[in-house]
Structures are given as C-alpha cells and as structure tokens.
DNA sequence: ACAGAATCTAGTCACTGACTAGATGGTGCT
DNA sequence: AGCACCATCTAGTCAGTGACTAGATTCTGT
C-alpha cells in the first residue's frame, strides 16, 4: 500500500485510490452497483470527500472511461496490422472490463466532457490507423466499421458470458484470430495492391 | 389508453403497464435510471403494487430480458437465410433498443430464472438454426460466432451512437447487407434457396 | 354465498446522491 | 517570517429509493 500515513487529514492519492476502488466494484457488480459512499468508506474517507474529484456519480464514471479510451488507444497504438489491432481491442475488454463496460454505455457519461473527447478520438485515430493500410478491399471505411464490429460484438460476447460454451478452454484472443480469418477472405485478387480510391 | 376505469382498486394490466413504462424510461436514461417507485406512479399505483408482480428491481429487468428474447426468437424465426437472420437482428436491437440493452447486462438480471432461459434458448436455437445450413464454411459453429459477433458489433456500435458518422444518412439494414457482403465473401450463390430439415 | 387467493395500499427502515457550510493544511507571494 | 489563497477533506442535511411488513380490497372458483 502506497497510503501515506501522514496527518491523515488528507488522503493523498484520493482520486486514483476512488477510481481502483470504482473498478473492483463495476467488474463484479456492474456499474449500477457503484455507491459514492461505499467507495469513500473503502477509500477511508468522509462520503463527500469523493465529490470533490469527480463532481458526481457521472463525473467518476466519465472520468475511468476517459481512463479507458487512453489504455485503449495506447494498447492499439503498438500492433502492426489490423488482425493484430483487432486481438489487442478483444485483450483490452478482457484485461479492462469495467473500463470497456463503462465506456460503451453513453448514457452513463457526460458526453460532452473535453477530456473523455479527446481521448475518445485518440482511440479512435487508432482504429481508423489501423485500416489505412487495407487495400484488398473497395471500400476502407466499411471495412473499418466490419472489423470493428467483428472484435467489438465478440468482445461484448465474451464479457456478457455468451460464447463460453463454443469458445471450451480455448483462448479468447486466439479464437478471435480464427474468427479474422473469415473477414474479407478469398474476395478479391489476392495481389491487388494497386490502389484506385 | 386501455385503463379500466373501474372500482380504481385493481389496475388491471399492471404488470404489462410497468413493462411498458420501464422500456420508455430505459430507452431515454438506460437501466440504471430506473425506479420501482417512479413506475408506480407513472400507472397511478402505490409504490409498493409493482412488488407484486417483479419481486424486485432484477425481477422486472429479468422479465424485460425474458420479453426479449421472446421477440427475438420470433423476429429470427421468419428470416430464410442467414445474411437476412442477421439483418432481423440489427432491425430487433434497432426497434427494440430497451429490450437489446438489458438482455446483454447479465449483472441486472437473475440469471437462473426458468423463464428466462426458456425464452433465450428459444432464442438461441433460431441463431444456431442460422448457420445449420451453412455449407460453404468449413466449420459452422465458428462462422455462426463470427456472424453473431458481426451482427451483435454492429448492433451496439449502433446504439451507443460510434457509426452515425460512417452511416451518414443510410439505412442501418442497408449498411449491415454491405458488411456481411464482406464475411465468407464471394462464395454464396446467391440463388441458395435449397432447405433442408 | 363464501372461502381463499391475487392484487393493491400504507407505513417503515437503512441507504443513496446531491448539496451546504466550515475545518484543515499545503503553496506561493511578499 | 508572515500571510492570503485554495484545493482537499469533514460533518450535517434533504428528498428519493429498494426492500420489507401488515392489512385492506377485489376477484375467483366452488
């Protein structure tokens, strides 16, 4: 524990400590769960303590989905192509699943919020990123919006315990590649490089 | 209004009147918005009447989700083949944004109850029945995965408004015909109407 | 007609989010 | 060194909520 066993008048890392706490909660309970009270009590705090960082309910939970959108962005900022990028977007729902809960649950944030739309286009420059380099297909731009909704709809699946029983104890990331494997197969000329826009 | 004006004591339709209120205020300001209390007073009842009915808050989301799933089964029932299934599954997340929402949040509902999973396996066997006939693909329970996420992406991608700028003005259905264009490509003939079983 | 079941009312409890005023202590300015 | 500022936190309050209880009213089958 990193708590600073100062004065104890104040926290010190309050806010990162409210957003872990905020996490916990949401993986095993879902966001509805969620109690500014409760997450103060297990912060060791006042139950207005929390309101200070995060203005309200809403405004914790758009700020762990600013959060989100950031370690998404940054997961997807490292593969190199857009089969490896779609592994990395499932990864992420399984590693993070109460970010990528949070994050695709509008009415839950404040949409208007500059710092979650910032980083919301961050990630989104990435998945956009990741279909630039596609030229086996007419149209880039519904391919994108194919591929992700391909990792996205199996994503969602798979945290909401749908696909369990096809998947066995095989690993997710590894059937998602298989699932790739029926994106834009076989199509067109498989050396069609030339591009015409 | 089909109220009953009678002795004013029994509302009559109570149960699929707080159903009917619960999808309004869902749709507007997702689950977590929800009030036993507020849907009391919406059908004019005391706070404690729709207690009767769903045990609980999990009680009517659970019969929401089961409602669901009913209308899903029968929406697919009618599809010939599996590009049009997925189109009716789009269409069912479309009309019925409330139902879609709670079905896929397995933590608002109780999730051993009979009737719900009667109605999802209902459901369930209509999106196996699906890829039954799939022939072209050499393993079917894999292409139906890669179908349903497809269409399950798109669907929610949808409704937590991430393609309206793709979309542009386009028909939601339209556009979804154009992605599954892009899944077992090129090998469908088109005039596949052989059933069998 | 009547007994029992289903439906609804009314009251209560602990808990929550949002709000307010004020205490505390760190920071930077002079 | 002194001082004013300000973010952080405490403490108290309010209306609204879910869950529960006991009891009233109406419907149903016999």
Redesign the pocket.
């Known amino acids: 524990m990193t708590r600073t066993s ?2 104890s ?4 890392g ?2 990162q400590a409210v957003l872990d706490a905020a996490l916990d909660v949401i993986a095993a309970e879902g966001p509805g769960a ?5 997450l ?1 009590r297990r912060a ?6 929390p ?3 995060f ?4 405004g914790l939970l758009t700020a762990l989905a600013t959060e989100g959108y950031g370690l998404l962005a940054e997961a997807l900022a490292a593969a190199p192509e857009l089969r490896e990028r779609g592994v990395r977007y499932v990864r992420f729902a399984v590693e993070h699943p109460a970010h990528f809960q949070v994050m695709f649950q509008p009415e839950l944030l404040r949409a208007d919020d500059p710092d979650l739309l910032a980083a919301k286009e961050r990630a989104s420059a990435e998945l956009r990123a990741g279909v630039a380099g596609l030229t086996e297909v007419p149209d880039a731009r519904t391919a994108g919006i194919a591929a992700w909704s391909l990792a996205h709809g199996f994503a969602t699946l798979l945290l909401t315990h749908n696909v369990t029983g096809a998947l066995g104890d095989r690993d997710p990331e590894e059937y998602f590649r298989s699932l790739t494997g029926l994106l834009f197969t076989g199509q067109l000329p498989p050396e069609q490089e030339g591009k015409r826009e």
Chains 1, 2 share one sequence.
């Open positions: 100062r004065s008048y104040h926290h010190g309050l806010r969620l109690s500014l009270r409760d103060a060791g705090v006042s139950h207005a303590a309101a200070h960082h203005k309200d309910r809403t």
